[in-house]
């Protein structure tokens, strides 16, 4: 049985919507196992020469850990051994969820393998990859497409409007780990900024669907994270900064140090500096994808 797993890019916070937000971009890695190969791990694409190849890999705990979880349940439950290939093409720590999107690839993976009816409940596979990986707001919309929000450990799927079309700004150099931007940020914070936040990211998800960029631009504002973490990264916050100057509705995505942009009539992104690329993948409107072939 040869099993492939695709599962997109995230973005995830969207400003305001702190821990709650999350967009997924037609930007997807793809995992297989295959029973029929030779037991190993490989890995094609970005970070292919930096990941681990002996098992403790984002993908294959997470395919540990549902098996595990499935143990619980069914106590037959076991993997025969296979081949785990890998083509990555979300970079990694780059704010772009490429972990969350392994967590979920792994989950997936092993749902299938253990049986026809493995795969039937995406919630169980978002439910399992964002205990492992520790970033619901990443593993929803790489579960679920489209633009997702999570709260007290409920999902809800929304379908941004199709003129919404982001641009990701990717750093070469820079990474941040999303461990150290979130040690950064401060225990409290202050009431005037939880509100300004909870009535921002009422505006986003509003913007976001109805397709009104305008009105974006005012939302996209945050008091709650995108400073402190922009200050770790001075070459993002510089950009973000100029891009809202010329107009853009932009954030850092997720924790940085990528920036999430959104280009209207007579407002483009335009040249970058050195060591910048942008990528322009479109929201991918479905999450995980499963195929299977015996």
């Known amino acids: 049985m040869r099993v492939t797993v695709r599962v997109p890019a995230t973005s995830a916070n969207l400003g305001p919507g702190f821990d709650c937000f999350g967009l997924a971009l037609d930007l997807c890695n793809e995992v297989t196992a295959d029973t029929e190969a030779e037991p190993g791990v490989t890995w094609q694409g970005e970070g292919a020469d930096e990941l681990p190849t002996d098992g403790s890999d984002m993908v294959s705990r997470a395919i540990t850990r549902t098996v595990e979880q499935q143990t619980r349940h069914h ?5 025969p051994p296979f081949a ?9 720590e780059r704010g772009l969820g490429s972990s969350s999107a392994a967590a979920v690839a792994g989950v997936a993976v ?5 049986g026809p009816s493995g795969f039937d409940d995406p919630f169980t596979t978002y439910a399992y990859a964002a205990e492992l990986e520790g970033h619901p707001d990443n593993a929803a919309p790489a579960t679920f497409g489209a633009l997702t929000v999570i ?3 409920s999902v809800r ?14 750093p070469e150099r820079l990474r941040l780990p999303t461990g150290d931007a979130r040690s950064a940020l401060p225990p409290s ?20 669907v109805e397709g009104d960029l305008d009105l974006l631009l005012l939302a996209l504002h945050d008091r709650l ?12 916050a510089a950009i973000l900064e100029d891009l809202r100057a010329r107009q853009l509705a932009a954030c850092l995505s997720g924790a940085g140090p990528s920036i999430l942009a959104f280009e209207r009539d007579g407002h483009e992104v335009g040249a970058l500096p050195e060591g910048w690329r942008a990528l322009r993948p ?4 479905h999450g995980v994808e499963v195929s299977v072939e015996d």
């Open 157 to 170: 799927r929304l379908e941004p409007h199709p003129s919404i079309d982001p641009v990701v700004l990717v």
């Open 189 to 208: 914070v202050d009431r005037a900024d939880a509100v300004f936040n909870v009535g921002h990211a009422a505006l986003v998800a509003l913007a976001l």
């Open 151 to 153: 709260a007290s450990g």
């Open 84 to 92: 785990l290939r890998g083509v990555n093409r979300i970079p990694l």
């Open 110 to 114: 092993a749902r299938t393998l253990l």
């Open 282 to 285: 479109g929201v991918r409107s």
């Open 225 to 236: 994270h995108e400073d402190v973490r922009a200050s770790l990264v001075p070459e993002a």
């Open 75 to 79: 106590s037959d439950a076991n993997l």
